[in-house]
């Protein structure tokens, strides 16, 4: 189910659909365990501020948002998805969007890396941005914590 609230008392992920957001959602998942909490998977989109006007009607960056946080649930859970997690996609800043949802959050994983440009998800500099700015507690999940 795609939401456009946060929930309260909850681990906020933020996803991208590259390996260290991936990475963000497995480790999330065992402090959500862990924890007794559910996750929020958020993804943020926007159009690219190069688009003219005759691109718009052709480029659906809400449509490929939701298909990267779908990939991105399946690539880290496969069909052992977690039984507690809401999907939001939010139209916005990826920064903001996550900064603003860890006002609510018990805590905020992100990836240390992620895929820039065409979507505009840009988790590296998302994550320094979190880490620096966000109202709860940050864990940035880096590709060589995978074991």
Known sequence: MVDNKIS???IVVGVDGSPCSILALQRARRLAEA???GMDVVVGWQYPSYMGVGFIGEFHPD????QII????TAAFGHDVPTDVEYIVKEGVPAQ?????SRE?????VGSRGHGGFVGLLLGSVSAQ???HAHCPVLVVHS???H
């Open 97 to 101: 969007i996550l900064l603003d949802a």
């Open 35 to 37: 924890l007794g909490t």
């Open 144 to 146: 060589r914590d995978h």
């Open 8 to 10: 309260t008392a909850r």
């Open 105 to 109: 959050a018990e805590m905020l994983v």
């Open 63 to 66: 449509l490929d948002a939701k």
């Open 130 to 132: 979190c880490a620096e």
């Open 70 to 73: 779908t990939d991105s649930v």
